[in-house]
């Protein structure tokens, strides 16, 4: 499904869920639900989250700070000549990547400056640094479209943000949860526990087309509908 899609409906279910549940509803339960909602696209470097973090303009900023590094080391490298000139070309050549290849080496790099650098945020930079070190390293819908993708999320969750409350904790659970049931949906499926190759996919939909936009459509209209029917008694 298309990011928006993902937006709409994980975080409109699960806060849905949560109001019909009883659970107090919160701005950070909110923030995280939308962020829960396309998380397992972190592994896609051109998906609606890593587009939002690392976007084209940014893109544009690192080819052009590679370009005058590379011209730097020619010029003024420590190494010798030729090193220096080879060095250089394999420093432009970066920046002439696509834009997804570039992207995945932007993540790679924030990750290992984390673990490196980010100790006031330790352990979280080892586990945020690792993680992004660890998606450019797998393919699309792998372990984060995955049971193991849901469960970590989910603990990482509730052991830091326990003190706020169930709702963060739920919210992100559920809607991180609801990203795989609709990528479930579709021709391509996922692959809910891997080293096992059982696929779960229900063929209704190809994520582009005209028909999956109509199937998108349909769950957006019973998102609204089933978020009518939790919050419409506040107003009433």
């Given at each position: 499904m298309m990011g928006r899609t993902h937006i709409i409906v994980?975080?409109?279910i699960s806060l849905s869920l949560l109001e019909l549940g009883g659970i107090p509803i919160t701005v950070p339960a909110v923030a995280v639900a939308l962020v829960s909602s396309?998380?397992?696209d972190i592994d896609e470097p051109n998906s609606l989250l890593v587009t939002r973090v690392i976007p084209n303009w940014l893109?544009?900023?690192?080819?052009?700070?590679l370009i005058l590094?590379?011209?730097?080391?020619g010029f003024y490298g420590i190494v010798r000549y030729p090193w220096n000139w080879i060095l250089a070309a394999l420093i432009a050549t970066v920046s002439f990547m696509p834009s997804r290849s570039l992207r995945q080496w932007i993540m790679f790099f924030i990750g290992l400056g984390l673990i490196v650098y980010g100790h006031s945020f330790h352990p979280w930079n080892l586990l945020v640094g690792s993680l992004l070190i660890l998606t450019t390293l797998v393919p699309h819908r792998g372990l984060t479209h995955t049971l193991y993708g849901i469960a970590v999320w989910t603990f990482l969750l509730y052991g830091t943000t326990k003190s706020y409350g169930d709702a963060v904790w739920m919210a992100g659970g559920l809607s991180y949860t609801l990203h795989l049931v609709a990528d479930s949906l579709t021709n391509r499926g996922i692959r809910p526990l891997p080293p096992f190759k059982w696929k779960i996919k229900f063929k209704l939909m190809s994520t582009g087309s005209k028909q999956g936009a109509w199937v998108e459509i349909f769950f957006i209209g019973v998102t609204f509908i089933i978020a009518w029917l939790s919050f419409s008694p506040l107003f009433l």
């Open positions: 994980g975080t409109g396309v998380l397992p893109l544009r900023i690192v080819q052009i700070a590094l590379a011209l730097v080391v």
